[in-house]
């Protein structure tokens, strides 16, 4: 039976997307039915209900939602805040766009149901600077939340107050890293801070603070309403639930965000994509945005869920399916996104200050054609130095490519080590065209 849509039922069909659906529509579709049910039952039944869906966080690491929630404090006097992160930096990465862009009320009333269920009277939906149209498409629609008592000081006539606001970011990577975002929030530069403590703990203005991604809060009026056990059935398993959005770009027919049960294989993703560009074989994919290590095209049967490309060697990460054919160079793919981490690393850590760097130049010498034969080694050894070392997750993720690199395709490397050039025949990122030596 073919999945029906959910997180983007109300934008199938939109082609220009040129009006979101307001609030008239999307009330008179259901929409905030599930945050008058969590109003009804009370907080601690909604962390339950989202508990039991199991819900894993949509931004990166999969961590479970309501077990999230669960860590801020019911006892402690200061305040508490929700921030929705939208930054959607990560290279590949669109989905949360389109979420804004067509269904806006949908994530304001995610966040409504989360501060309802952690006591949170202040929501900051932090979105990436560049998405000016997203920030003033968020901003009618809280707007038209307030006008119509959904927001405010007593949310759909409950007494429960709650305040919305959008926050805008200055394009940078790393403010979409949990803690260089409440850096940004609170208006200093983005760099993160030492955890712990968490932000559960210690987060916006130094009080308790949930940070959770736009499709996981998307998710939450549907658990409310149709219940967490029509969540859990959808999914691989018991730890993989729920519907997934996949952006799926790079060599393909379709390019674009497909709604799938989380599970999908890349094969089911290509098909509805239709198929490779051009007909053409496939060679690789990244299945989760420039942070996950690369497979191999023989890799393209694996369910794409947490746990299943957590087994294969990579990660589900922010659901970026990058598709590349038989014509792409592998090092100056890799290349290309060490060079993206060494500028958008924020400095504070050496390993991932210096390691991004070395890694960008370490692979540009090589697709250069004056890659040297211990460069491979060198490349492990590096990464080696840069996993699990810094302050953030960006070190890792830049370790993810280029080990995966090293470690599955070492033929390639080889090949532009002993040929002196880049095998391929396309030009060369430095300008030069591949195949006539340096
Ligand atoms: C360098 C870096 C960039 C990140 N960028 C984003 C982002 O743009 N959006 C996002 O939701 N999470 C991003 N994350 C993950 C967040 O730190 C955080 O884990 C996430 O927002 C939590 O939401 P979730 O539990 O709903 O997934 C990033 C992490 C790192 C290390
Ligand atoms: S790991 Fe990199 S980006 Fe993260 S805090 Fe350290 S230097 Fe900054």
Redesign the pocket.
Known sequence: MAFEAVLLRRSSGATALEVPVGLKEYRADGGYEGLEKALSVGPEEVIEEVKASGLRGRGGAGFPAAVKWSFIPKSDNKPKYLVCNADESEPGTFKDRLLIETDPHQLIEGCAICCYAVGAHTCYIYIRGEYVRQAEILETAIRQAYDAGVLGDSVLKSGFKLDMRVHRGAGAY?CG?ET?MLESLEGRRG??RVKPPFPAIVGAFGAPTVINNVETLCNVPHIMTRGADWFSEIGTDERNTGPKLYCISGHVERPGVYEFPIGVTLNGLLEAAGGVLGGRPLKAFIPGGASAPILSAEQSHVPMDFDSLAKAGSMLGSAAVVVMDDTTCLVRAVYRLAKFFAH??????T???EG?NWSQMVLGRIESGNGRPEDPELLLRMTGNMSGT??????DACVGPVRSLVQNFRPEIEEHITSGRCPLPYRSVFGKTAGTGH
């Open positions: 790393i890293e260089g760099q993160p958008e690393s924020c400095g504070q850590c390993p991932c200050r991004t810094a302050l953030c997750a960006l070190s």
